[in-house]
């Protein structure tokens, strides 16, 4: 395995999407990608990076984060760091003694409820997060080596993938953000079904929603595949890509889809009772939607 990365940007901002949306975050933008969805906003990533070492990448990471580090090491009589895992996550919250592909016997043992960094509703794990994103990043096979780095540090490290790509390989301390390509993305015949098996409870699983097709074709797999006793489920609404973000590689919606708006999908799932959490990206809601580095 090669000890180098080819690397879009790394950066300091706040978690935009996922359950630790507003939180803050050093991401770590690869490059490349073997999709080319509709909604794509990164396009930018498909080409666009540098050779970097691993211990370069990993030192970057640190630097940004030793503000944090510093004001994480100011007495405060409270421990904020979560009991028996260095990666900054703890255990779970999800009631998963009845999902069929619940893993791990602890996990699910007398359906406990145990605690994902999360008491109280506030993070209790060490900040900033950290993410490898993309393109996607697991088409770099070293990202593989730079996640487990980084969760030897004891950060707490997330990874969003696109899911058509095997993530059985990634570190388990990893918490994992990972798409099911809805129709509307022109992708989804690349769905690895394989890595819905792979899932804990401390992974999250995403469907990007542009359209009524995407809203009735997910709420069928969550009840056919019973993924809401699996891990935190999110739909994210298609933000509209601004002119420049446009790519010709993307893929056209495919014909006879009907777009949905950010309101009638919130309204579709309160109707319909569906156990998901709505999110917006916050970071376009805070800076242009097309503003890199945020």
């Not at 395995?1 to 630790?20: C, K, P």
């Amino acid at each position: 395995m090669s000890d180098t990365l080819v690397v879009n940007e790394i950066y300091l901002s706040l978690q935009g999407e996922s359950t630790l949306a507003g939180l803050p975050c050093v991401f770590v933008r690869l490059t490349g990608c073997n999709l080319r969805c509709s909604y794509c906003d990164t396009a930018y990533a498909f080409a666009q990076g540098q050779k970097r070492s691993l211990a370069d990448v990993r030192a970057e990471v640190l630097r940004l984060a030793e503000r944090f580090e510093e004001r994480r090491r100011v007495p405060t009589g409270r421990d904020f760091t979560p009991r028996g895992v260095r990666s900054g996550i703890a255990n779970c919250q999800l009631p998963i003694a009845n999902s069929p592909m619940a893993s791990g016997g602890e996990e699910k043992k007398g359906g406990r409820r145990e605690n994902w960094g999360l008491e109280g509703g506030n993070w209790q794990g060490r900040l900033p997060l950290v993410e490898l994103t993309g393109g996607e990043p697991l088409q770099q096979r070293s990202s593989l080596a730079l996640l487990r780095a980084l969760c030897d540090e004891g950060l707490t490290v997330l990874l969003e993938t696109s899911g058509a790509l095997d993530i059985s390989p990634v570190d388990p301390r990893v918490r994992r953000i990972m798409d099911l390509k809805c129709p509307s993305s022109g992708e989804a015949g690349r769905n690895r079904w394989e890595n819905l098996a792979q899932l804990k409870c401390a992974d999250e699983l995403k469907f990007v929603i542009g359209t009524r097709e995407d809203y009735e074709w997910a709420r069928e797999q969550i009840a056919e595949r019973r993924l809401a006793g699996v891990c935190p489920l999110l739909f994210s609404w298609v933000h509209p890509l601004a002119p420049e973000q446009q790519h010709p590689s993307l893929k056209p919606v495919p014909p006879g889809q009907t777009p949905l708006s950010r309101r009638e999908l919130a309204e579709r799932i309160i109707a319909d009772a569906l156990p998901v959490r709505l999110q917006v990206q916050l970071h376009k809601i805070i800076w242009p939607p097309e503003r890199r580095g945020v």
